[in-house]
């Protein structure tokens, strides 16, 4: 009697498809990476390329604060519809059209005369295309990738640092050899490399990988799946005594047995469609406010903890933006280095950027280290050396700040939005990315021309520096309590699953 009751397990293979975290997901990095050269990495050269226009135009911080917000402001805002965008199109189209809109703000740039013309190529055109390339490149590398995506994006991502390390130089160059519009003119050429890099993203279903698993088989819960089904069929169907009007207007009985459902459906057609010589489509019940609703997975932001990650990524952002803006004013102004030095200081912060997002990533993968966590980790080593980093004068403790600062805004930049994509299913990575991104985009003008104002009023960058300093508190005092939470709920979840066992 005891054997009857216990349960037959067999096993069977069954084939699924899975992404192929690798093969042409490689190619695509490829193709992201040479668009973040030249695309990407025009975020930190705004002071060195446009810096003097400005002070010709008669403006000083705060009115570069004015261009760079909106700029970012615009990215970060474009980010929902480049979302709604990836849905409808393809990540490829979306990228493709970003990298467009990124040229034409640049050669449009070389042609300002006021800070209105640079607030409209720059900020508005060029951001637009960097929200539309960085939403849909990372949802084509999280479709490609699974259990290597730290490391992918952290590849993909060493093409801004790449194009950070030899863009100074480049604009240098150009600045001394044709002028300010010249140098925007060549580098609008530049840029349409990123149009012929986006164009290797290819739908991952082309590509996915087909694996052949052994999967355990409960009989007995196999054949009373089977019998709830039967009964299901048996109970939802009756003979077809009902006549349904053919197109001709006959009548005709629908033979033997039919569902409920589908004989509903059947006559419904037949009526709606042609009865009495009439065509009627059916009426979409969803309201335009609700395709809305649906169209942006607005009901991510039901959650509290996924409100917080989108907030706390926001004030990372920001606050490394507006330090990249800021540091090469510092560089010249405070601690009184040329245009050279200047670019030195740059490109060791953009190699040791670049380091970073090569080797920590492995790192972050081989001892299983959260997205979360080395976000928080890494706020703290920045904090700590833009901190020290704000008191010194000397090129060569300065070199080596610059590098300790690249390689820890290496991984807030390679973690931020994984981070996001964690909390939502794969369907919902576009959504959630960009509303992550609008959250920047919000954000960035209040809390940017605030930081401006500060080194305006104190003409002092050390206090300036501080303020950034300041949001990374705020965000380490949002994260490091609901962290603790979820460790220990999950510490008592296992307790509780041990007990029970």
Not at 95 to 113: A, D, E, K, N, P
Request: include cysteine; charged fraction near 15%.
């Amino acid at each position: 009697m005891k054997t009857s009751l216990v349960s037959l397990t067999k096993t069977e293979k069954r084939v699924t498809l899975v992404p192929p975290d690798g093969g042409w997901g490689w190619m695509i990095l490829l193709g992201t990476g040479l668009s973040n050269i030249f695309n990407q990495s025009m975020l930190s050269l705004f002071s060195l390329l446009y810096g003097d226009a400005l002070e010709a135009m008669g403006h000083r911080t705060a009115g570069a604060a004015i261009v760079m917000n909106t700029m970012l402001c615009v990215s970060n805002c474009s980010g929902p519809f480049a979302g709604v965008l990836v849905k409808l199109t393809s990540p490829r189209f979306v990228c493709v059209t970003g990298s467009m809109i990124c040229t034409v703000g640049i050669f449009l740039s070389g042609f300002s005369t006021n800070i209105i013309h640079l607030v409209i190529t720059y900020g508005i055109l060029l951001g637009a295309g960097l929200g539309f390339i960085q939403n849909a490149s990372f949802v084509a590398i999280n479709s490609y990738f699974k259990l290597k995506k730290s490391i992918a994006v952290g590849i993909t991502m060493t093409g801004t640092g790449i194009g950070q390390t030899l863009m100074p130089h480049v604009v240098r160059y150009l600045l001394e050899s044709y002028g300010f519009r010249g140098a925007c003119l060549l580098l609008s050429a530049m840029s349409l490399h990123g149009i012929c890099g986006t164009l290797l993203i290819q739908p991952v279903e082309w590509h996915m990988k087909k694996i052949e698993e052994e999967v355990v088989v409960d009989e007995k819960v196999h054949l009373l799946e089977e019998s709830k089904k039967k009964d299901e069929l048996y109970n939802t169907t009756r003979r077809a005594t009902l006549p349904i009007l053919n197109d001709d207007g006959k009548h005709k009985l629908v033979p033997h047995f039919y569902s409920q459902k589908a004989l509903k459906s059947l006559g419904d057609s037949k009526s709606n469609g042609h009865l009495n010589g009439t065509s009627k489509s059916p009426q979409n019940t969803k309201s335009g406010l609700r395709k809305i609703y649906e169209l942006f997975d607005i009901s991510l932001l039901k959650d509290p903890r996924f409100l917080n990650i989108i907030i706390g990524t926001a004030l990372t952002s920001i606050s490394l933006q507006n330090f990249s803006m800021l540091y090469p004013l510092f560089l010249q102004n405070a601690a009184g280095m040329n245009k050279q030095e200047t670019a030195n200081c740059m490109s060791a912060v953009a190699f040791a950027d670049i380091i970073g997002r090569l080797s920590i990533p492995q790192l972050q993968a081989k001892f299983n280290i959260s997205a979360r966590m080395t976000l928080i980790i890494t706020c703290i080593w920045i904090f700590i050396v833009r901190q020290i980093l704000a008191y010194q004068t000397d090129m060569y403790v300065i070199l080596v700040l610059s590098s300790m600062y690249g390689i820890g805004r290496s991984m807030v930049i390679v973690a931020r939005n994984i981070t996001i994509s964690e909390q939502c299913q794969v369907e919902q990575v576009a959504s959630a990315v960009g509303l992550g991104m609008l959250s920047m985009g919000l954000l960035t003008p209040p809390i940017g021309y605030f930081l401006g104002w500060v080194r305006d009023f104190t003409g002092d960058y050390i206090a300036c520096i501080s303020a950034q300093n300041s949001i990374l508190i705020i965000f380490l005092i949002m994260w490091i309590p609901d962290m603790l939470h979820q460790y220990f709920q999950k510490k008592k979840e296992k307790v509780e699953e041990t007990e029970m066992t």
